[in-house]
């Protein structure tokens, strides 16, 4: 089971995805959906693997997107790789403090 602070770190993060939404260009739009694709697959992981720390996150879901990076266009890649900083971004502020 997840802790109180992965499930915190999780919700940080999804709201990236929530504002590229309400908020984002086409571009953005897709690049959240993609991401968001491979961010819940890997958040599903590593509760399921007994794995959840909030360190492992990003590192897995760039490792996902480069193993399927041959699915994407060029210019999908430079918006999908600016969306990966927007949750890395999100990811410091929201990085439990011990």
């Known amino acids: 089971m997840a802790s109180a602070a992965f499930n915190d770190y999780v919700q940080a993060l999804e709201t990236v995805f929530d504002q590229a939404v309400t908020e984002g260009s086409d571009d953005e739009l897709f690049a959240s959906g993609y991401l968001r694709g491979h961010f819940d697959l890997v958040v599903a992981q590593?509760?399921?693997?007994?794995?959840?720390?909030?360190?492992?996150?990003?590192?897995?879901?760039?490792?996902?997107?480069e193993h399927a990076k041959h699915e994407l266009a060029p210019?999908?890649?430079?918006?999908?790789?600016?969306?990966?900083?927007?949750?890395?971004?999100?990811a410091a502020q929201a990085e439990p403090t011990s």
């Open 46 to 65: 590593l509760e399921l693997n007994d794995a959840a720390q909030t360190s492992a996150v990003l590192p897995a879901v760039q490792a996902s997107v």
């Open 75 to 90: 210019a999908d890649m430079v918006h999908i790789q600016a969306m990966l900083q927007r949750l890395a971004d999100a």
